[in-house]
């Protein structure tokens, strides 16, 4: 199973409050147990459990109240899941519930919890796909350009965010993974940095000479002006001396792509940047799979769709008439 997609902060936040009411007893527990399955066995992170676990709250509170786990049919799901259309739910958020719904049957039933998994045969909306945000070369190339001058006076901050633009960019990481780097993840000679994906898994991503740069600059100038116990072994460390967190990192992409004069991107645009460059330069899919860390061949192949989408477009604006 995957992570439920189009879950916001405040849908996070409605779905944990529903785990805390409304559900008890047998339901309760097996809620627990599924709770410790997902951070122990499964290694996801807190923000996805939060997810998984609070869609499941809201379904056993809805269908299942007062009821043993096994009564709870297809029928009872399906009403469910309706229900929520009816409210006005987004197609996403709908199919996000459905798919922690059969994430949890799945795993009661093996769990030996229920005799049969009602939610195998549960459908959810289908979710168009949009294609990400991607900046073409030149923009991206500028915002690089840009952090790098603004770092030339050696202010720690500006080194940081040198550093942390060209980390994502020429990695491709997700900006949690950044931030959860530590200084002996980073291999300068090799040009490569180990980082910790979702579900835990490992992976070493090598970088290019730009990022070397950048980050032999922060360690050298940056990092020890910032740095306090609190940090520990953290690359990246934010103004008070502590690890740099996502928010921050986030805010500093915001205000660097603002200085650079380019759209307003935030750093999962700069993961989908890089693997839509990389396969635009001559990578193999398989390749760009394994930099990315993505579980799937098929999550990777919405980047050769966009590839296509931005031959179309500039064949259009070329040639208006064709």
């Known amino acids: ?9 405040a849908e996070s936040a409605e779905s944990a409050e529903s785990a805390e009411c409304g559900v008890s007893g047998g339901a309760a527990r097996a809620l627990a147990a599924f709770e410790e399955h997902l951070l122990v066995e499964r290694g996801l992170s807190e923000h996805t459990v939060r997810a998984y676990v609070g869609d499941t709250a809201s379904m056993l509170a809805s269908v299942g109240a007062g009821r043993a786990l ?18 006005g739910r987004s197609r996403a958020s709908i199919a996000r519930r ?42 991206a190339a500028r915002l690089m350009d840009v952090a790098r001058d603004a770092a030339q006076e050696g202010d720690p901050a500006a080194l ?4 942390a633009l060209e980390l994502l960019y020429g990695t491709g990481a997700r900006v949690g993974e950044l931030v959860s780097v ?11 940095v180990r980082v910790l994906g979702k579900g835990r898994k490992e992976r070493v991503v090598p970088f290019g000479v730009p ?12 990092r020890p002006a910032l740095w306090s116990p609190a940090a520990g072994a953290a690359l990246l460390v934010g103004d008070r ?24 991107v935030a750093p999962h645009a700069l993961r989908h940047s890089a693997a839509t460059h990389l396969l635009e330069g001559g990578s193999d899919l398989r390749s760009v799979q394994e930099v990315l860390g993505h579980t799937s061949l098929a999550t990777t192949e919405r980047y050769t769709h966009v590839g296509a989408e931005r031959l179309r477009s500039s064949f259009e604006q070329a040639f208006p008439r064709a």
């Open 98 to 139: 459905g798919a922690s719904v059969r994430a949890f049957f799945g795993w009661a039933r093996r769990a030996g919890l229920v005799p049969s998994d009602p939610s195998v045969r549960l459908a959810s909306p289908r979710v168009a796909r949009t294609l990400p945000v991607v900046l073409d070369v030149a923009p």
């Open 211 to 222: 990022a070397a740069r950048a980050l032999r600059a922060w360690l050298d100038r940056g």
């Open 241 to 264: 001396g502590g690890r740099w967190g996502q928010r921050q990192a986030r805010e500093a992409v915001h205000r660097a792509a603002a200085c650079a004069g380019v759209d307003d």
């Open 160 to 163: 940081r965010t040198w550093a």
């Open 1 to 9: 199973m995957g992570t439920p997609t189009g879950a916001t902060s």
């Open 182 to 192: 530590d200084v002996d993840d980073v291999d300068l000679a090799g040009r490569s």
């Open 70 to 87: 096994e009564d709870v049919g297809l029928g009872d799901l399906r009403a469910w899941l309706a229900g929520m259309s009816a409210a």
